[in-house]
């Protein structure tokens, strides 16, 4: 789910009480996905999408298929 934390930015979530898993913010023309760290230097960049929801979309399967993530 996408929590909304301000104007053009959401935390990717499983549902409302889980911690934040992914960022999405308005870049430009697009939604740039990134990885949630508290740590700024420790997120990963993940790509830009022409949507939030297609962000958030990739988000899950990039979780899928990541053993890490």
Known sequence: MLDET???TWLVRA????PPEALVEA???GFKLTSWSLIESER???GVYT???HAETA???H???????
Do not use: V, Y
Request: net charge neutral.
């Open 51 to 53: 949507s939030a929801h």
């Open 15 to 18: 549902s409302d009480d889980s």
């Open 44 to 46: 990963r960049n993940l």
């Open 59 to 61: 988000w899950w399967r």
């Open 27 to 29: 870049f430009a023309r």
């Open 63 to 69: 979780r899928d298929t990541t053993p890490d993530a």
């Open 6 to 8: 301000g104007p053009l």
